[in-house]
């Protein structure tokens, strides 16, 4: 049975930091590439970051260039997302997802989980 299970979301002020983790389970997980997206309330979901399988190479959207850093423990099975600088607009849930391609089909979808940026 294929799992993702994020962690580590909650509640943030302007400024601060948090780690999210995804732990995979139920499939060759060095054998993806791992993205994460967000949906943030009444907006489409949309793509924030993606790492190969091998965790050689990744891609931002431009709005978390420089702020969010992808990385990924194959050991481990699991994805992080550490997200710096945090913003309001940043306010999503966040998605963990495991493709074969690199804007390709997503295979496996974790079930979320609640970013908020609020002062």
């Known amino acids: 049975q294929v799992q993702l299970v994020e962690s580590g979301g909650g509640l943030v002020q302007p400024g601060g930091s948090l780690r999210l983790s995804c732990v995979a389970s139920g499939f060759t997980f060095s054998g993806y590439l791992m993205k994460w997206y967000r949906q943030a309330p009444g907006k489409e979901r949309e793509l924030v970051a993606i790492i190969s399988a091998i965790g050689g190479s990744t891609t931002y959207a431009d709005s978390m260039k420089g702020r969010f850093t992808i990385s990924r423990d194959n050991a481990k099975n699991t994805v992080y997302l550490q997200m710096n600088s945090l913003k309001p607009e940043d306010t999503a849930v966040y998605y963990c997802?495991?493709?074969?391609?690199?804007?390709?089909?997503?295979?496996?979808w974790g079930q979320g989980t609640q970013v908020t940026v609020s002062s």
């Open positions: 997802a495991a493709a074969r391609a690199w804007f390709g089909h997503v295979a496996y």
